[in-house]
């Protein structure tokens, strides 16, 4: 049994990797709604100046599982003018994201540099244009390939030797922003990662749109209701539709339920101080996902460099 298991776990792992290997692997973040400028350029600095980071562990205890790792700043030129009211007021905003992602015998570098323009339309509401050029470097290690990788046709030629492939493209991002909600739509590798140099053991890279919206709102002095949720569609891949709905108490403690659809479902809690914001995802999959049956845990921060987690009015939500 345990000889199945093995076996079992490498024929996940083969399917993972090789999939990867013909189409840009996804990058799964249940905690999305905190990561909103990594999907969507155009929704850069929505929350103001912040440092944002985050580790996710896959299939915990699984040998070759996913991790990722995250860390991005965004910078609101509003809120460094001095603007009263930087939300509404700022017009510009630029962030620096950086994601290293481990899969089997796989490893990537992922730098966007983006950049926001916002137009105010009404005394409440914004739209965002926003624009992200992508570098990404995919590292094959080819003494880490498993013997089902090594008979792959693309893969089995870098056997025993490291390979690179480097990729240039650019995200480009729309959204229609409200202090209590956003509708966005985003589009990541517009070029289809045409521009490439290196080894080439990746024969496809498409494009990904992505369609994000949330909606919170303040229930009592002691209680908000925060609701998002995102819809991913990428050639090769299945639709991906996943929401997360979280109650804030007093402004410092909040609980949430999450769900990827015929996926996973995950529970999360996390504190808010002055300036920080940490919070912990436990995920597990589906009975009828497929998936290994390790389980996903996922740690979170976000700092705002100017503006504290304080209401300056009654009915104000302070996270996402």
């Keep these: 049994m345990t000889q199945y298991i093995k076996h079992l776990i490498t024929a996940v792992l083969f399917i993972a990797s090789v999939g990867s290997s ?47 790792y995250f ?65 990404q470097s995919i590292r094959l290690d080819g003494n880490a390939l498993t013997t089902e990788e090594q008979n792959d046709p693309t893969l089995g030629q870098y056997i025993g030797q490291f390979s690179n492939m480097n990729v240039i493209d650019f995200n480009l991002g729309i959204a229609l922003t409200h202090a209590n909600y956003y509708f ?8 289809g990662g045409k521009i490439t140099s290196g080894d080439e053991f990746m024969d496809a890279y498409p494009a990904s749109s992505i369609f994000q919206a949330g ?27 996943e929401f997360n709905i979280k109650a804030l108490l007093m402004d410092r403690l909040w609980f949430g339920l999450g769900h990827r659809i015929d996926y996973a479902t ?9 300036r920080l914001r940490i919070g912990y995802l436990y995920e597990f999959p589906n009975a009828t996902s497929y998936n290994l049956p390790g389980n996903t845990h996922e740690f979170t921060a976000v700092f705002n460099i100017f503006r504290d987690n304080v209401r300056t009015e009654s009915q104000e939500v302070v996270m996402w």
């Design 266 to 274: 995950n529970a999360q809690l996390g504190i808010l101080t002055k």
């Design 184 to 191: 966005s739509y985003g589009i990541h590798r517009v070029n």
């Design 71 to 135: 860390f991005s700043t965004e910078l609101d030129f509003g809120e460094l003018a001095g603007e009263e009211d930087p939300a509404l007021m700022g017009k510009n905003a630029v962030s620096v994201n950086l994601l290293y992602d481990t899969y089997g015998a796989f490893r990537e570098t992922e730098l966007t540099v983006g950049y926001a323009s916002r137009i105010r339309l009404t005394e409440n509401h914004n739209l965002r244009l926003g624009a992200g050029l992508n570098y």
């Design 22 to 68: 013909y189409s840009q692997s996804r990058k799964y973040i249940s905690s999305f709604d905190f990561f909103q400028s990594y999907y969507n350029p155009g929704l850069t600095g929505y929350e103001g100046s912040t440092v944002r980071g985050f580790v996710r562990n896959q299939w915990s205890g699984v040998e070759g599982a996913p991790k990722t």
């Design 215 to 241: 909606y919170r709102s303040a229930v009592s002095d002691n209680l908000a209701v925060i609701v998002n949720g995102m819809y991913s569609t990428q050639k090769n891949q299945d639709d991906n539709i």
